[in-house]
């Protein structure tokens, strides 16, 4: 089992910042990737950044936020973080933490979500 918390969404005008922070617990071990996705009203959940755990050289980011968003995380792991920066209004949408787990069986775990909404 993994858990996930999201934290730091929020109303921010284009242009602006937000930085949002996902707490990792649980089967830390068995995480193989870890990333961001969102969805916005209307539209299927969509992939936004991840990298390998423990590998943060090895990173990949959606077409959509490359050069805007930067996936990061603390020195001991616990802590994902999305650093989003030169917001538009099409990144209104839901944040969701995720984590994919390989063994013993392929599974993805979600946070609650954080919203995130840009608009002046």
């Known amino acids: 089992q993994v858990q996930l918390v999201e934290s730091g969404g929020g109303l921010v005008q284009p242009g602006g910042s937000l930085r949002l922070s996902c707490v990792v617990s649980?089967?830390?071990?068995?995480?193989?990737?870890l990333g961001w996705y969102r969805q916005a009203p209307g539209k299927q959940r969509e992939f936004i950044a991840r990298f390998v755990y423990g590998d943060s050289t090895r990173y990949a980011y959606a077409d959509s936020v490359k050069g805007r968003f930067t996936i990061s995380r603390d020195n001991a792991g616990n802590t994902v973080y999305l650093q989003m920066n030169s917001l538009k209004p099409e990144d209104t949408a839901v944040y969701y933490c995720?984590?994919?787990?390989?063994?013993?069986?392929?599974?993805?775990?979600w946070g609650q979500g954080t919203q995130v909404t840009v608009s002046s």
């Open positions: 995720n984590a994919l787990i390989l063994v013993p069986a392929t599974t993805n775990y």
């Open positions: 649980g089967s830390i071990s068995r995480i193989y990737t």
